[in-house]
């Protein structure tokens, strides 16, 4: 894991931070936020009032003042106190609704910055994925903790400064010994917060995998092996291994901070006690009257007490400012997929002549090995090109490059010669359609899941149907309980439909030619891919869909992924895709000719032993 800088941002990096959670905050609810600041105002200065009004009262009731005197002060004691107490309650409404809009308003920022994550990169970094898991799982509320905490540190001033206004008037050396004492308790709280905050980061890793086996063992996608292969406990065991570990952690951290906690509580106890020692040593003497005493008592707690909190509050303001700062770096990532230095960002023109991939090397990370070397391939334009080649060749990699999920690390994919770095990459996917290997199947209705290849259409029945017709599952879809509205999951129940409360389960099939059906909803697109698009269809289906990809396709650029070269005899060019490079290439008449490996595996299907993965071996004995 890669050290994290945030945990030290320093103060011009801890002043943009705060400045960027109040404005989250201040976005979120500006009324909220001005009534939040005035409760803290006005609870600030409640206490020091309440003790200045009770000395006041008791001198007057010492020096037998006026009854109307006496009872003015009274009232304003009685007020004050009233007041004061309804304040909390203000402010814990204020604090809760804050921080429900700041959650709310947080939660949309983030998305919308991981929307615009235009690769996949950031997805398989680890790293990212720490910081990426703390900044949805705690980003958005830290802004509002950020503020409540804030105000409650101003609010804490406001007494202090009351105080220490009164403590100076009778003891001078007590405010200072007071705010003396209170400097080790800052610097203790610094640190705590610091280690707590990277503790969470470091815990992130171990959150995420403690996560990963809790889903997989209440998962129905796996419920299946882990009931077969009796894997429940093993799982679950890991699971509780992990929240072991994650608990240790933070056990450690509770009880160093209960140790502190407790050694500064004592230095605080030690300096009020010998404060009352020498207030009521002068009061004896005559140097303080009754009401003094009070005043001092009152303001010694009251300073030591509100300075506690100021400091555990910044401490704690502390803290979550480090967690937001991964909430922004996340927000803030800049764009994943760089434009091409020097060259203009070009409107994506629709595809005449053909693509390009130009001596294309590829590698998911410096580390890794290369998966395209040196790849060499001309698509025409109106034309279907398969792919073709054994487990691992890189097919699925280059159909990602042609999608730009991630950039070549050497050459260049060229759309009618020009680098599609070149491109705004949301309106190159407008001109492509997929269906990809590992296709989604959406826990919604059949209507959506095929509508949402086109969200402009998503309530178009007419083109859904449409849709569902030429991926031939129309009649499948009609016949659900309840047709193009049946929800295709049993992780939810529908809601309009109490009578009808359990969704329906598709075969893989099935739901494969759904994902084809939400591939035909971007009529007009200029590149069709489709990656192993007949893998689950039986041999009908299969045909039906290859037989009619060139109607289908509608002059669009089809780009089909196959093992099963029967179903892609008849696409114009068949490229042969071995070790990352593209080694073969022609239509299926010359390539038989050649004899070469698309004639050894064409001959070897042919042949009668027609494995979809032509190299799959049965497992050997461990
Ligand atoms: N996101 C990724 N990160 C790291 N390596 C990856 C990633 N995706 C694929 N690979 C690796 O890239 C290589 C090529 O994978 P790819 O999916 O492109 O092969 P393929 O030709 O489509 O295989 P198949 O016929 O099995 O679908 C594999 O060795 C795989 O391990």
């Known amino acids: 894991m890669t050290v994290d800088t945030t945990t030290r941002p320093g103060l011009r990096g801890t002043a943009a931070l705060l400045s960027a959670a109040l404005a989250l905050v201040w976005r979120a609810s500006s009324t909220l936020a001005m009534i939040r600041a005035a409760t803290a105002l006005v609870t600030g ?132 010994v007071v705010a003396v004492t209170a400097l080790p308790t800052v610097h203790a709280e610094f640190a705590l917060s610091r280690q707590r905050a990277a503790m969470m980061l470091q815990l992130g890793h171990a959150e995420r995998r403690e996560l990963f086996y809790a889903d997989l063992v209440s998962s129905v996608t796996a419920a299946k092996e882990i009931r077969l292969y009796g894997l429940g406990d093993l799982f679950s065991a890991r699971m509780t291994d992990e929240l072991r570990r994650i608990n240790r952690a933070m056990r450690g951290m509770d009880l160093q901070e209960f140790r502190v906690q407790s050694l500064l509580t004592g230095l605080a106890a030690v300096v009020a006690g010998g404060g009352l020692v020498w207030a009521v040593l002068s009061a004896r003497s005559g140097q303080l009257v009754i009401g003094d005493i009070v005043v001092f008592t009152a303001a010694v707690a009251g300073v030591q007490t509100t300075l506690g909190s100021i400091i555990a509050g910044i401490a704690r303001t502390h803290q979550a400012l480090l967690v937001f700062a991964h909430y922004q770096h996340v927000v803030q990532a800049p764009a994943d997929l760089a434009p091409l230095p020097d060259r203009p960002v070009l409107p994506v023109p629709p595809l005449r002549d053909r693509i390009e991939l130009r001596d294309v090397w590829f590698r998911y990370g410096p580390s890794l090995p290369w998966i395209l070397r040196g790849v060499n391939l001309t698509i025409t334009a109106g034309s279907t090109t398969a792919l073709v080649g054994l487990n691992g060749a890189g097919k699925s990699t280059l159909i990602k490059l042609l999608c730009r999920f991630y950039d070549p690390t050497r050459g260049a994919v060229l759309w009618d010669g020009v680098d599609l770095r070149q491109f705004p990459v949301d309106e190159l996917r407008r001109r492509v359609s997929a269906v990809f290997q590992d296709f989604m199947a959406y826990d919604l209705s059949a209507a959506e899941n095929i509508g949402l290849g086109d969200i402009h259409w998503l309530d178009d029945r007419q083109a859904i149907v449409s849709a569902a017709e030429q991926a031939g599952c129309h009649t499948t879809v009609e016949k659900l309980p309840r047709g193009y509205d049946t929800l295709l999951t049993r992780y939810f129940s529908p809601e309009d439909t109490p009578e009808n409360t359990e969704g329906v389960l598709l075969s893989g099939g099935q739901w494969q030619r759904l994902a084809l059906a939400r591939s035909f909803m971007r009529t007009g697109c200029d590149l069709l891919i489709l990656d192993e698009p007949s893998a689950g269809l039986d041999a009908d289906a299969e045909h039906e869909v290859h037989t009619r990809l060139r109607t289908l396709r509608g002059g669009a650029t089809a780009l089909l992924i196959s093992h099963r070269l029967s179903a892609v005899r008849d696409a114009d060019t068949i490229v042969v895709l071995s070790d990352g490079a593209a080694v073969e290439r022609g239509d299926h008449a010359t390539l038989m000719d050649s004899d070469g490996p698309y004639a050894r595996l064409f001959n070897l299907q042919a042949s009668g032993y027609q494995p979809a993965v032509p190299e799959l071996r049965p497992p050997t004995g461990r």
Do not use: C
């Open 45 to 176: 200065l409640t206490p020091v009032a309440i003790a200045w009004l009770t000395k006041v009262m008791l001198d007057r009731l010492v020096t037998h003042a006026p009854t109307a005197q006496l009872l003015g002060v009274v009232l304003a004691l009685a007020g004050t106190v009233l007041i004061g107490s309804l304040m909390p309650s203000i402010a814990d409404f204020a604090d809760v609704e804050l921080s429900r809009r700041t959650r709310l308003t947080g939660r949309r920022e983030l998305y919308r910055a991981i929307g615009r994550f235009g690769g996949l990169g950031r997805f398989e970094d680890p790293a990212f994925q720490d910081r990426l898991q703390l900044a949805v799982s705690n980003g958005p509320a830290t802004p509002a903790q950020v503020t409540t905490n804030g105000l409650g540190i101003a609010q804490g001033m406001v007494t202090v400064a009351g105080f220490v206004v009164l403590l100076a008037g009778l003891a001078p050396w007590m405010a200072v």
